[in-house]
Structures are given as structure tokens and as C-alpha cells.
């Protein structure tokens, strides 16, 4: 591993344009289980897939309220953790130029990162599906503790939903930009992820460089030019270090 560490070093240092993608994995560590990590991920318990989908949410919206919904405000208190902590650092001194992120859970801009594409959404907000008027999490929190469920939007009636990229749902705009930077980008860290869900993953595919930090095995295991088996907090501080030396 160490040698590893030490070539990540190198490749982040002499690269121009590196984008950072993140999954579920980063913020394993402050305490919000994966989806797919053997004995912890959340599809032990659940199919994300279905909770978290638009068809769930638009058909069954009680079933939608009662689990899906469970697992976005779960992660709303959460803080950030070293990773997190260090890559809003690598930004800061010019190391990092974008981060993208499928994590919806707010923690690179927690941990202070300014350059930040959630391609997946986010859980600061929601949005009514009839009028597009926003309300913040902690209205739409109050609206389901009441037992307004489906919660309806005060100007026209229409069903409220929280501004998370559903499964169903199509990306939005920021993907396009993320796909543009990574193809005129030099390198992609991949942190945390199994790159099993598209379309995201096709970041992995189109980049020139690819460094993979995470635990398990991931999709594109093949096709990376590094891979660093290791839990994504270890890693980045022995990077990092070795980045400021
Ligand atoms: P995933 O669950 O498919 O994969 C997570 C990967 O992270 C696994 O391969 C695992 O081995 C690795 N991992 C776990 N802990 C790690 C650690 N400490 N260090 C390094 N690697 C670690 O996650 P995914 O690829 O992001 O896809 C799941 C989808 O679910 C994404 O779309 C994401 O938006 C969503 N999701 C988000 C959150 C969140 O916002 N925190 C949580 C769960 C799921």
C-alpha cells in the first residue's frame, strides 16, 4: 500500500485538472451506512432502489414517506470526517478543481469544499412537483411529523418532494458540466464508490487518468491506472501528507 500511496502522490501532483468523484463510502466513516458494503449497506435492510424511487414516490407516497424519506433526513445532522476535511483542504490549495458527488448528504460543503457537483441532489431542500416552488428540509420535515403525507405544497396543492435525484429520475445539469470536466481534465479520483450505478459511472469510462480509493472492489477495477484498497480516511491523510511535504 505504501508504495501505491506514494505514486498517488506523484499522479495528483503532476496533474492538471483533477476531478474528484465520490460515493456513499466517504461518509461511511461519519457514520451513514453504504448501499452496497457486505453486513452494514443499507440493501441489507431495504431496496434503495424501491424506496428511493420515483415510482415508489409518485404511487405509494406513504410507503415513499415512511422509508425512503426515513433515510434522507437520518443523514441531515451528520458531520463531515477527515476525507471530507482533507479534500476541502486539496481544493483550497489548488490540488482538487472539482469535486462531484452522488452523495446527497451535504458533507463537502460541511467540511468547507467550494467547488461541489451533486449529480444526485441534495437533502437542504425540496420542491412541490406541480409549481417547482422550493421549501426547505425543515418545512417539509414539520409538514411529514404532522402527518400531512403525501405533504402538499401551500400555493397549489400539488405533492412536495425532496430535491434528491430518485432512482427514475433524470440528472440534472451539473452532470453534463461534470462530464466536460473530467474529458478536458487530466485525472479522476474515484473515493468511495462501487461505480455500479450509471449513469455516473461513465465518468469512470471517459476520463483520462483513474485512481479508484475504496475498500471493496468497484466496476472499473480494470481499467484504472491506481487502486488503493483502503478505507478512504487512511489514505487521504498519507496523501495528503506526502502532498505537502
Ligand atoms: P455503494 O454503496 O454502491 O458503494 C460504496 C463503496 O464504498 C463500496 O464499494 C465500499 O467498499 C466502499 N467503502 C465503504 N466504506 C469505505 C471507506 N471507509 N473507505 C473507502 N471505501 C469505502 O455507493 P455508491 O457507489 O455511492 O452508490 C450508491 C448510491 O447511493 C449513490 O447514488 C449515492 O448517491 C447513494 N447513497 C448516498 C449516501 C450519502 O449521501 N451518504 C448514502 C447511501 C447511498
Known sequence: MEQNIQKA???IKKSKGVVVLTGAGISTESGIPDFRSPGTGLWE???????????????????????GFEILRSMKDIAPNVTHE???KMEEEGCVDLIVTQNI???????????????HGHIRSGYCIQCSKEINMENLEEKVDKGEIPPRCESCGGVLRP?????????PAC??????AVENGELLIVIGSSLEVGPVNYLAQICKKLMIINLGSTAYDRRADLIIN?????????????LRK
Not at 45 to 67: C, G, H, I, W
Open 45 to 67: 435492510k431495504m431496496d434503495p432502489m424501491e424506496a428511493l424511487s420515483t415510482e415508489v414516490l409518485y404511487n405509494r407516497p406513504e410507503k415513499f414517506y415512511r422509508e
Open 86 to 88: 482533507i479534500l476541502g
Open 175 to 180: 452532470f453534463d458540466w461534470a462530464m466536460d
Open 230 to 242: 483502503e478505507k478512504a480516511s487512511l489514505a487521504l491523510t498519507k496523501i495528503y501528507a506526502l
Open 9 to 11: 502522490a506523484e499522479i
Open 163 to 171: 430535491n434528491v435525484v430518485m432512482f427514475g429520475d433524470s440528472l
Open 105 to 119: 448528504d451535504n458533507l463537502h460543503q460541511k467540511a468547507g469544499s467550494k467547488k461541489v457537483y451533486e449529480v
